[in-house]
T-cell receptor, first 109, second 117 residues
């Protein structure tokens, strides 16, 4: 079957760095997405990786290793507004998105 | 950037009535639109994928006669929840993609919160 695993919850301190991991097993692979979702709102796109390596966008970076079925989202210089759920999703061979359950990130002052 | 709107933002209805939710891509043409449902504290669940001018493809377990999807144009898709019941109360989110198989980005609407009394 198809499966996306990510931690349920993480806690970090304002100003610090946090890494959210995602592992996947899917039928085919057409890219991995990270989304940020604040409570009660729709997800917003953060990053897309289809090739191995690190993609950097400001304070956020995303890494992919296709051979390991592994990705991580790295958040630097954490701010209180970064408190949200972070969703990992993989596009399978049919370009359907398989979603992880999300990681709730709690930022403490 | 690409903007997707949904209307209404929230709706409260009585059990047994039907509710229509609109999803529009405002500044691009979306050949594919997706409808998701999200229950509290759970991940998004894909309900169906719709391509302009053709019938929607529903995910297993989603009743196509209950959740009617119409993708009438390249900028508009509608989801109608027919004979709504309290268990249909959820957050419904649409997203739009550019081009079939083009998966560089998928643009999400703001969501519609449905409460069925």
């Amino acid at each position: 079957g198809q499966n996306i695993d990510q931690p349920t919850e993480m806690t970090a301190t304002e100003g610090a760095i946090v890494q959210i991991n995602c592992t996947y097993q899917t039928s085919g692979f057409n890219g991995l997405f990270w989304y940020q979702q604040h409570a009660g709102e729709a997800p917003t796109f953060l990053s897309y990786n289809v090739l191995d390596g690190l993609e950097e966008k400001g304070r956020f970076s995303s890494f992919l290793s296709r051979s390991k079925g592994y990705s991580y989202l790295l958040l630097k210089e954490l701010q209180m507004k970064d408190s949200a759920s972070y969703l990992c999703a993989v596009a399978d061979s049919n370009y359907q998105l398989i979603w992880g359950a999300g990681t709730k990130l709690i930022i403490k002052p | 950037g690409a903007v997707v709107s949904q209307h209404p933002s929230w709706v409260i209805c009585k059990s047994g009535t039907s509710v229509k939710i609109e999803c529009r891509s405002l500044d691009f043409q979306a050949t594919t639109m997706f409808w998701y449902r999200q229950f509290p504290k759970q991940s998004l669940m894909l309900m169906a994928t719709s391509n302009e001018g053709s019938k929607a493809t529903y995910e297993q377990g989603v009743e196509k006669d209950k959740f009617l999807i119409n993708h009438a144009s390249l900028t508009l898709s509608t989801l109608t929840v027919t004979s709504a019941h309290p268990e249909d109360s959820s957050f419904y989110i649409c997203s739009a993609g550019r081009g079939a198989g083009d998966y560089n980005e998928q643009f999400f609407g703001p969501g519609t919160r449905l409460t069925v009394l």
